[in-house]
């Protein structure tokens, strides 16, 4: 399988916990390459224009204020089958509902407060590492 890229955000409420340590930790277990990192405080614009797919959708405002109370970190991930690998590790969206051991299961509290945002296809994981890493920034 080739080698792909995937975007990690540790969410404001992992940061805020102190517990983002302990996932790069756990991404770097798992094989991952770090690309590219860094810690950032988004500001609505930033948040708006990354989540716009999401525009139309009632959780959106939420969404966007969720992201920007605090700092997150970006991770640009890179290995084989990067994006299953990293969906997998980081378990469902709703902590509830995810399985035992994963990040989302260890660390997130709700739906909206889950930790990690993780890219949903390799064409998207290209777009979101760009959209935070420009070309030169990436390895």
């Known amino acids: 399988m080739a080698s792909q890229r995937t975007l990690c955000i ?3 409420d992992a ?11 756990r991404l770097l277990d798992e094989g991952f390459k ?14 708006e224009g990354f989540y716009a797919v999401h525009r139309e959708r ?12 605090g700092p997150v970190v970006l991770v640009a991930l890179e ?3 990067a994006v299953q690998h990293y969906r997998d590790v980081i378990g469902a969206t ?5 399985a035992a051991g994963t990040i989302r299961k260890l660390y997130g509290s ?12 390799e064409e998207n994981g290209r777009i979101e590492c760009g959209y935070f890493f420009p070309g030169h920034e990436l390895l």
């Open 94 to 98: 709703d902590p509830a509902k995810a």
């Open 10 to 12: 540790i969410k404001p």
């Open 15 to 25: 940061v805020e916990k102190r517990v983002q340590g302990h996932i790069l930790q």
């Open 79 to 81: 290995r084989d089958n």
């Open 110 to 121: 709700n739906v909206g407060e889950n930790a990690c945002h993780g890219s949903d296809s």
């Open 34 to 47: 770090v690309v590219a990192m860094r810690q950032a405080h988004l500001t609505r614009g930033q948040a």
């Open 58 to 69: 009632p959780f959106f405002g939420e969404l966007c204020t969720f992201m920007t109370r």
